[in-house]
């Protein structure tokens, strides 16, 4: 099967589904990016945080070496930690993760928070009361290192991710190269349709991320099984995942689910081959809880933090 894609500002195509890859834990990751690869991924979403690049790297090149794709068929999106925001710290954090990877680009960069902490080694860095470390370094700043990641073609494109629309509103009247996509949390809980109108407005892409609103969280998972969603599902002959990531998807955004689980791998890019109604749209977007699971809640107190 052929996946969409959707074209960036500056020519680049994004495959419109892909595979995330946070919490994908080292002996698991590397099954699941190659199964998704046989059936179809072709779109890997991973972050210096994540500290998966290597055996993702190792995954996709593998299929590479037995002759099922080419670098050129993968599309990879990697992010820069909050302890590496300064100018001159973002082209080193760019190759570290290149070099993680064993690629010699990543197809799309992304400022991984709009915040900093402390520059340094540590991920989160932490005071000796166990608070974390800040560091008021601006996005704009940041972004300059950004761009010349793609100078030097370490990336193809850049862009942002958690960053709302007034830190978008400023970056666009700074920046030299353009953001082309913005990955933020979109879900049935979620749905943004404010914010993505911003990114649309500027030509900006945008990738939703916990797609699945992180089903183990029950509190989050109760959307569904509510009637609305189990109609649709019996309907479409389709799974509560299935609704969400098609949901997504018709509002121009890319899911990016993620799983381990080879069952669900597959279950998930099961969304395109039907299409849901204006109304059905018009349903879903009316259980909105306005609930989010990716806050970074120990990051309240910085400066810059979006939400
Ligand atoms: N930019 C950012 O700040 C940011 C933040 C969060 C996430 N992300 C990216 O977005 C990706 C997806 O978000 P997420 O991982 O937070 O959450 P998610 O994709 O909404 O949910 C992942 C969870 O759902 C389970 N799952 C997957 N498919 C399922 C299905 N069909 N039925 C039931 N459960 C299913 C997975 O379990 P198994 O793996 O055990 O199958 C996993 O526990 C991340 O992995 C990451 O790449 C980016």
């Avoid at 302890?83 to 993680?100: F, W």
């Avoid at 349903?283 to 107190?301: P, S």
Wanted: hydrophobic content about 35%; overall charge neutral; proline content about 4%.
């Amino acid at each position: 099967m052929t996946i969409p894609t959707i074209t960036f500002n500056d020519g680049y195509k994004m495959p419109m589904f892909g595979l995330g890859t946070y919490m994908s834990k080292s002996g698991e990751v590397r099954e699941a990016v190659k199964y998704a690869i046989e059936i179809g991924y072709r779109h890997f979403d991973t972050a210096a945080f994540y500290e998966n690049e290597r055996e993702i790297g190792n995954a996709i090149r593998e299929k590479i070496d037995d002759g099922s794709v080419t670098r050129e068929d993968i599309f990879i999106t990697t992010k820069l930690w909050c302890n590496s925001h300064k100018e001159n710290e973002v082209v080193p954090a760019c190759k570290e993760s290149l070099r993680n990877l064993g690629f010699d680009y990543v197809d799309l960069y992304l400022i991984h928070w709009p915040f900093a902490f402390k520059s340094g080694d540590k991920f989160t860095p932490k005071d000796a009361s166990g608070k974390v470390e800040f560091q008021d370094t601006d996005y704009l700043e940041t972004w300059r290192g950004m761009e010349e990641c793609k100078r030097q073609n370490l990336a193809r494109s850049i862009g942002i991710s958690n960053f709302n629309s007034e830190q978008i509103d400023r970056l666009m009247l700074s920046a030299n190269i353009k953001p082309v996509n913005n990955q933020i949390e979109v879900s049935l809980n979620l749905n943004q349709k404010h914010l993505i109108e911003v990114c649309k407005k500027y030509g900006i892409t945008v990738t939703g991320f916990s797609p699945l609103g992180r089903p183990e969280n029950s509190r989050i998972n109760n959307l569904w099984d509510r009637p609305e969603i189990k109609v649709l599902c019996e309907k479409y002959k389709k799974t509560p995942a299935n609704i969400a990531c098609r949901f997504i998807f018709q509002m121009d955004v890319t899911p990016i689910p993620k799983s381990v689980t080879k069952s669900r791998i597959k279950e998930n890019l099961d969304i395109f081959d039907f299409s849901l109604s204006d109304k059905e749209v018009k349903i879903i977007e009316g259980m909105e809880t306005n609930t989010r699971v990716a806050l970074l809640a120990d990051a309240k107190e910085a400066k810059y933090y979006p939400f």
